[in-house]
């Protein structure tokens, strides 16, 4: 037994001393089955559980090398209830499996008869099969095989589905690597994807997540449908297929709330899909109208509820979902674990950023005094009024103007939450502002703006947390957020970690109001973070004055 930084406790939780030389690694092997839940400064508290243990399963990781990790890193031994709990949560993940028969049938079946009985007698599974074969094997109903694996992960059996995939109308595509090549790391996401049939491949922003779409559009050369976040977005995935493969305008179709096309890859906007009319998702059959070889879930964490529940009648459809982070703030993981599949592939942040895919970011929170009459308001207010009155306090638009001071000449982002705080910024500082409610064609011309270096600085709202591709902005200042989203927070850190062309390092600043439920929420907003070994310089507007003068 090693003296090393982990101490693990009977409940399944693990303590990682964020001080030891050997934390750093440490943290990346818990990260591939562990949860953070707790990240203060010296002491980061993990727990164990079993969706994390069964993600990592269906990666390849087995109990063995879990229990090897623990070993390895552990200061004292691990309890034996742990290894049990491990062993057993491990070897439960395809007890159970769903197989078609020559004729074409939806089978579950198992070589474990008593477990495959506690299970088709549940009064919610029952329903979904049609007749027993044996003490084996029982028909399921075509349909139910979405619902199917929902109910068995929920009775703690999550089963290997094998069934196959339809393989939809044909379109061949070919990546074109002229003057680029899909990285190492890349083609070995296409690979396990293409390896399981469906799941998700989890890399950080800026890692090249539509590089990985494409590759598997090329690999799978079907009809395919890509689900994204916003019209942004879609145009962005459509000049990128453009440039990597041999598609043509004419077989990329956009459908949006502004054009509505189908064509043999066709994009299109979750708004749109989750838009209603005469109180009906009028959208939403554009999932399964077509005889799609492949539906693409672009920022899968943010997949709204409609969706899924039609994703679960696509199971015959291959499914890819791409992420920078599995966190779901609904608490819905599960589900995508059971509907678009489990976590294929990752590749933990350090290291593409010690391979200089991704950009070294220094994260700092820098704590704000209110002023005393701001703090009577606060003090008074009702819970619900707390947190905005503390997110938006008037004095982060100094510090805000200080910071891109000292960054002068840098491609820098503000981000925040509340459109009125936002505009109050972009009009004290004299910047462009990108919220909802600013226009396509103008966001786009903003955004071609500052990529070309015209615009220096962009006040932007949550509509640029995700799939927006600026690979020169190098400080990002978010000066408010959703409560305390994990995900929202590495998607705003990825907005800066493209790699620069100057190898600058990127800096990502939090302003957080001191004592306040702005700086609790910012404490669990930055778990995720912490998880992928970023660390918060804590700072207070005198020490962010005394680090600028220093570095002058």
Known sequence: MSFGPLIVQSDNTVLLETYHPQAGAAREALAVFAELERA????????????????????????EEILDTLN??????????VKNSICDTVARYGKLEIVRDAEGALLIRSDRPDILREVVTDKKIAPLLLRERNESTYEVSDWARGELKQQLLKRGWPAADHAGYTPGDPHAVALVENDWQLRDYQRAAVSAFTRG???????????GKTLVGAGAIAEVSAKTLILVTNTVSARQWREELLRRTDLTPDDIGEYSGEVKEIKPVTIATYQILTAKRGGNYAHLSLLSVENWGLIIYDEVHLLPAPVFKLTAELQARR???????LVREDGREG?????IGPKRFDVPWHELTAAGFIAP?????????LDADTRMQYAAAEDRERYRIASTARQKIDIAREILAHHDGEQSLIIGQYIDQLEQIAEALDVPLITGQTPTSDREELFAAFRAGRVQTLVVSKVANFSIDLPEASVAIQISGSYGSRQEEAQRLGRILRPKSDGKQAHFYTLVTRDTVDQDFAQNRQRFLAEQGYAYELLTVQDLAAKYSADS
């Open 40 to 63: 203060p400064e010296h002491i980061h508290t993990y727990r164990i559980t079993r969706l994390g243990l069964w993600n990592a399963r269906a990666a390849g990781h087995d109990a």
């Open 72 to 81: 390895s890193y552990a200061k004292f031994p691990i309890p034996e209830a």
């Open 335 to 339: 589900d995508v674990f059971s509907l």
């Open 361 to 369: 970011a220094t994260c700092f929170e820098v704590r704000i005094d």
């Open 319 to 325: 499914r890819l979902g791409l992420t920078a982070t």
């Open 197 to 207: 049939g469906s799941g998700v491949v989890v890399l950080p922003c800026g890692a």
